[in-house]
Nanobody, 110 residues
Framework: VQLQASGGGLVQAGGSLRLSCATSDSTFSRNGIDWYRQAPGKQRELVAGISRRGTTNYADPVKGRFTISRDNAKNTVYLRMNSLKPEDTAVYYC?????WGQGTLVTVSS
């Protein structure tokens, strides 16, 4: 399975970004998928997840600001990030089954 993450970039605090992670797995609709992030000097942490049925969960720091969604027709998961803060700066990774995407860097300037 291959995962291709995209959508990262440099944004000012308060701004928005949408990350995408496309998978090569034709059984994507049968499985959940998650977004993680890793900030410099910190451990990788779970940001959000979405089940095969569309049930979502979020880490406390991003609740109310981030929205995870999926498009099963495109085998793709999205992470809409609003009201970004400097502490959201990290490399964001998608995780699907036991596979990791290559990561996409999000930098939020103050």
């Amino acid at each position: 399975v291959q995962l291709q993450a995209s959508g990262g970039g440099l944004v000012q605090a308060g701004g928005s970004l949408r990350l995408s992670c496309a998978t090569s797995d034709s059984t994507f609709s049968r499985n959940g998928i998650d977004w993680y992030r890793q900030a410099p000097g910190k451990q990788r942490e779970l940001v959000a997840g979405i089940s095969r049925r569309g049930t979502t969960n979020y880490a406390d720091p991003v609740k109310g600001r981030f929205t995870i969604s999926r498009d099963n027709a495109k085998n793709t998961v999205y992470l809409r990030m609003n009201s970004l803060k400097p502490e959201d700066t990290a490399v964001y990774y998608c995780r699907y089954l036991n596979f990791w995407g290559q990561g996409t860097l999000v930098t939020v300037s103050s």
